[in-house]
T-cell receptor, first 116, second 111 residues
Framework: GAVVSQHPSWVICKSGTSVKIECRSLDFQATTMFWYRQFPKQSLMLMATSNEGSKATYEQGVEKDKFLINHASLTLSTLTVTSAHPEDSSFYIC????????????FGQGTRLTVV | DAKTTQPPSMDCAEGRAANLPCNHSTISGNEYVYWYRQIHSQGPQYIIHGLKNNETNEMASLIITEDRKSSTLILPHATLRDTAVYYCIVRVYNQGGKLIFGQGTELSVKP
């Protein structure tokens, strides 16, 4: 299957600082990318959908000013967690989908964020 | 959005077939059924998808009932490495094709 690379795999940051997570589609052009968050022993929760060159669409309850998403090219999307707090500690996962009605989405390996 | 219902957990003996059921009684005519799995602390892995016909690939088979209200994912010869959480998802096309994950089935393959 197609490869989606996420960086970093894990990060520890101090409370109040911002953290950027990158998601790259390595062998296909992703017109749409998705960002998820997963807490321990829970399922993935969709945070937002981003399309290249346009503003992201956030799910209900997700603060767009806190979780900044940029999808500047067909192979790169970034998620910035601004002014991170311990409750933002979670597993963040991106997904990328190629064009096409039935094209499957491929997932990155995830980023473990710990805010101390 | 079409919702899915899966048993929270299942066990399977190594080498046997694992049959994972999923109910999606509110699925619309043009919505596909997708299956993903997630091994602990990794991103989900695509397995298979289908509309109304049965599908098979190198990983698994997908059996969809004629009324499309339920489906079964079959791993023909389960191995210990198939231990994971399996998610059955109905694809939402009018909202960018996003995948909404339910709770999934935690499959434990035992020796």
């Amino acid at each position: 299957g197609a490869v989606v690379s996420q960086h970093p795999s894990w990060v520890i940051c101090k409370s109040g600082t911002s953290v950027k997570i990158e998601c790259r589609s390595l062998d296909f052009q992703a017109t749409t990318m998705f960002w998820y968050r997963q807490f321990p022993k829970q399922s993935l929760m969709l945070m937002a959908t981003s399309n290249e060159g346009s503003k992201a669409t956030y799910e209900q309850g997700v603060e767009k000013d806190k979780f900044l998403i940029n999808h500047a090219s067909l192979t790169l999307s970034t998620l910035t967690v601004t002014s991170a707090h311990p409750e933002d500690s979670s597993f963040y996962i991106c997904s990328a989908r190629a064009p096409g009605v039935t094209a499957e989405a491929f997932f990155g390996q995830g980023t473990r964020l710990t805010v101390v | 959005d079409a919702k899915t219902t899966q048993p929270p957990s299942m066990d399977c003996a190594e080498g046997r077939a694992a049959n994972l059921p999923c109910n999606h009684s509110t699925i619309s005519g043009n919505e596909y059924v997708y299956w993903y799995r997630q091994i602990h602390s990794q991103g989900p892995q695509y397995i298979i998808h289908g509309l109304k016909n049965n599908e098979t690939n190198e990983m698994a088979s997908l059996i969809i009932t004629e009324d499309r209200k339920s489906s079964t994912l079959i791993l023909p010869h389960a191995t210990l490495r198939d231990t994971a959480v399996y998610y059955c998802i109905v694809r939402v096309y009018n909202q960018g094709g996003k995948l909404i994950f339910g709770q999934g089935t935690e499959l434990s393959v035992k020796p």
